[in-house]
């Protein structure tokens, strides 16, 4: 049976991309096919509705599981010529294509931006009574008093039921941070026993972004920085000499400024390059005009992005002021911002248990991804990132922010870090940044890594000089409790991170062997690799002991372990030194966990392949549905994850290291800004482990 919800507004601005934005992630991890219909689209959106673009680009839905209905002017057209039945019949006939193939759909009901608000309420009500299902309201308190809001809280309740439409909860939005609990108080005593849930305004959502304005205006960049997803704090129309429009400019402004004042855009450039002035977010060449040859080499130098438009000031800043910020228009920030805020705020399990959902029988890599930050968010722990200076780095670190994955500390000489985020428009604002030259800690770090290493003939002023490493630095945040776990390697190498680990983080036991898993994120499962990156030749006692860790990093992460010790040979039809040793590996695995589902030695295709399993090993509990899979040694482990990615689309997070006491994970010089995010969520995961 598919279980769909209506997302259902009361008036305009209420933030309903957020809350069904937050019911798509909520759903998409806890039960199979997701689905997204949004029936009325705005006038000005149709076709191309730029919500259903947003969730079929977010969580992989095709054309038959993500669509739009129709024009909420055509739908309001239909209804005032008395032809509603038909418009209904027209509607349900979609949903019902869409959830043909799906388990749950979202029905995202209209905006409340149309020219009649009491006949468009009226027009998504009689559509959620008529396709039968659980509403969830959505009432925006931004601006109203405590007692208003309640009010259309049980308003909304009120004429939702007399549609005989079952209320699954109602969300408020955009409420006042200072009045958070007189509102949640007010909204419970009304709703009653439907769960309430209250969420505050959040500018870094409802600020418009630079892209938001260009959209808007209509305008592209013609020199500066490309990159257009930053907030714009102010609009700033500079008419005022050099010295005054610098002691009122702010970060974030985006500078309206006519195209002949050369000393505005010369200012504004300056100002960016200095760590103790502000950086704009945009400016913007009015008036038609254009600055002088000698200027242009200057703005295409900008690192931020400069535009021109042939309005006059007053026409631009009265424009670019009115633009409405939105969900979509701004990327991976704002919707991490709409996450963060969804988490913090609404009890998903309350919400769902009241829901007939079934569960997910495939593990897609969006969903394995998802559930990892899931887990991260319900014990936040802090995560130290080394590399303050790479771009990539600081966004991932401001997008897990925002999501409220985990705390994040950055290192890096603050100046250039700060630096760095205005040019590329990064918040860095809710990190924490340390510079370990400067530190307090470092004295207090050498002091320990000189006992640590005193066996070594490690002195203080050694010490306080590889305490300017900063993945020794943060190695050692971890070591002394500063931080829960470290993440490096964007810049560096494998042997540059996990070298300080080794020196004296080390084994959980003291002696333990340390090393690494790769999750191979396939179309429809997960597969546990190791190891693949850290032990280059192990022993049978050693390759046994990858195997149970990487077995419990496995079940850690929600893949049920069944663990394959490869091999050129399959059961007892090969011999040697190799194959011997797989064959004991494996019988040290069964004497050390009986519980535990391994079968060595095997190859690879008898491992996965239920046809071939059937007739090399018929009686294995393994053969044939393999989960984890643990290569003879590292040349073998490399080159398979590798091939295995390049020629199967198979995505590989990783390296994982596993067997430290405390948790430190590498990254691959190649990373992308999700890499980051979500090595330092499984990370996060990690440290949430007794040490």
């Avoid at 349900?92 to 468009?120: F, H, K, N, P, T």
């Avoid at 060449?285 to 200057?298: C, E, K, N, Q, W």
């Avoid at 700060?418 to 860095?428: N, Y």
């Avoid at 022993?539 to 990487?550: C, F, G, H, K, V």
Wanted: charged letters at 20%.
């Amino acid at each position: 049976m598919v279980q769909g919800v209506y997302v259902a507004s009361v008036a305009a601005g209420s933030g309903k991309s957020l809350v069904a934005l937050g019911l798509a992630d909520a759903l998409h991890r806890r039960t199979g096919r997701l689905g997204f219909f949004r029936p009325f689209a705005n006038a000005a959106e149709a076709p191309q509705d730029p919500v259903v673009a947003m969730m079929g680009r977010l969580y992989e839905l095709g054309r038959s599981r993500c669509r739009g209905g129709m024009s909420l002017d055509v739908a309001q057209a239909d209804v005032a010529a008395g032809r509603e039945d038909e418009l209904l019949s027209f509607l349900l006939m979609e949903y019902a294509e869409v959830s043909a193939g799906c388990d749950a759909v979202i029905v995202d009901g209209s905006d409340m931006r149309g020219s009649d608000a009491g006949r468009e309420f009226d027009l998504n009500r009689s559509l959620a009574g008529n396709l039968g299902l659980p509403v969830l309201i959505v009432v925006g308190a931004r601006g109203l008093p405590v007692s208003q809001t309640a009010s259309a809280v049980e308003g909304a309740i009120r004429h939702f039921g007399e549609a005989h439409c079952q209320i699954l909860a109602v969300v408020v939005n955009r409420a006042d941070s200072g009045t958070l609990p007189g509102v949640s108080s007010a909204v419970a005593a009304v709703a009653g026993e439907i769960p309430s849930y209250v969420l505050p305004e959040v500018g870094q959502i409802s600020t418009p972004t630079v892209a938001d304005v260009a959209a808007s205006l209509g305008i592209v960049p013609m020199a500066g920085s490309p990159e257009l997803d930053r907030d714009v704090g102010r609009i700033n129309v500079a008419g005022m000499s050099v010295d005054n429009f610098l002691g009122a400019l702010h970060a974030g402004d985006l500078v309206i400024v006519p195209g002949d004042r050369s000393d505005v855009m010369a200012a504004c450039v300056a100002s960016s390059l200095t760590p103790e002035l502000p950086t704009p977010a945009g400016i913007v060449l009015a008036d038609g005009l254009f600055p002088g040859g000698p200027v242009l080499p200057l703005l295409a130098q900008a690192p931020f992005p400069v535009f021109r438009v042939p309005l006059d000031s007053y026409d631009v800043a009265r424009d670019a002021a009115a633009v409405r910020s939105e969900i979509h228009t701004g990327e991976n920030r704002k919707l991490a911002a709409a996450l963060g805020v969804w988490s913090r705020h609404v009890n998903e399990a309350e919400m769902l248990d009241r829901l007939a959902l079934p569960r997910p029988v495939t593990m897609t890599p969006l969903r394995f991804l998802n559930e990892v930050i899931e887990k991260a968010r319900k014990q936040e722990r802090s995560i130290v990132l080394a590399e303050g200076d790479d771009v990539r780095v600081l966004r991932a670190a401001e997008i897990l922010r925002r999501r409220d994955v985990c705390r994040v500390t950055v290192l890096g000489n603050l100046a250039a870090v700060h630096e760095l985020a205005a040019a590329h428009g990064i918040d860095v604002s809710g990190l924490q940044v340390l510079d370990p030259a400067g530190s307090p800690f470092r004295e207090r770090f050498a002091a320990e890594y000189c006992r640590l290493r005193s066996h070594k003939g490690m002195t203080m002023e050694r010490a306080r000089e590889i305490m300017l490493d900063r993945a020794y630095f943060g190695t050692m945040m971890v070591q002394l409790g500063e931080a829960d776990g470290m993440v490096s390697g964007a810049a560096h190498t494998t042997a540059n991170t996990i070298r300080p680990a080794l020196e004296f983080v080390k084994g959980r036991d003291g002696a333990g062997l340390v090393s690494s898993v790769f999750f191979m994120l396939f179309p429809d499962r997960v597969f546990v690799y190791g190891d693949c990156a850290v032990v280059p030749e192990p022993n049978a006692e050693q390759l046994a002991e990858i195997a149970i860790a990487s077995a419990a990093t496995a079940s850690r992460f929600g893949v049920e372990p069944r663990v394959a010790m490869l091999s050129y040979s399959t059961g007892g039809s090969g011999t040697g030194t190799a194959v011997d040793k797989v064959r004991r590996a494996t019988e040290l695995v069964r004497a050390a966990r009986p519980d535990l589902p391994v079968e060595g030695p095997i190859q690879y295709d008898a491992a996965v392949d239920a046809t071939i399993a059937s007739s090399k090993l018929p009686a294995s509990a393994v053969a044939g549905k393999a989960t984890v899979f643990i290569f003879p040694d590292l040349n073998t482990g490399n080159n398979t994850y590798k091939a295995v990615e390049q020629s199967s689309g198979a995505v590989a997070v990783g390296p994982i290291l596993q067997g430290l006491r405390k948790p430190i994970n590498d990254l691959s010089r190649g990373s992308t800004v999700e890499d980051i995010i979500n090595t330092v969520a499984i990370t996060a995961v990690q440290a949430q482990e007794p040490g």
